[in-house]
């Protein structure tokens, strides 16, 4: 009886196990699909032009280990606030073409987010300096 309920158990972590491995592959290929990681491409590279080019290589690898682990704890962030049917919802939409269209306009949305963030920081700080004057 023991045995029985020892392999009932196993198979049932088992099973568990899978299930949270096709939750996890699901997510990131979520954030692959909405172009998250274009996104963290254009952040790395401005990284590597900054290290010597001799040391490139070295960087390189070790940045894309770092990645991996940082892809990792971000699908584990998602795990925690979404469910697997959202996230394969969110499959569904980025694999559509207008989801298809998000994603493939991420680098330029990106670089024109920037533009715009960096603008309205410059407004930012005359409207701080009126405060902090009086």
């Known amino acids: 009886m023991k045995k029985i309920v020892l392999a009932f158990a196993m198979m049932l972590v088992c099973q568990f196990s899978f299930a949270q491995d096709a939750f996890k592959n699901d997510t990131k290929k ?4 909405s172009g998250q990681m274009k996104t963290f491409e254009l952040l790395t590279g401005e990284l590597v032009s900054n290290v010597e080019e ?3 290589p070295d960087f390189e690898k070790e940045l894309k280990a770092s990645m991996l682990v940082l ?3 971000m699908a584990d962030m998602y795990m925690t606030e979404f469910t697997h049917d959202d996230v394969k919802k969110l499959i569904q939409f980025y694999e559509s073409p207008i989801g298809k269209k998000l994603s493939d306009k991420s680098e330029v949305l990106f670089e024109k987010g920037q533009k715009v963030g960096e603008e309205w920081s410059v407004g930012l700080q005359g409207l701080m300096m009126k405060y902090m004057q009086e």
Request: glycine share 0%; net charge positive.
């Open 54 to 56: 001799s040391k490139r």
């Open 71 to 73: 892809i990792d704890k």
């Open 30 to 33: 979520y954030m692959n699909l």
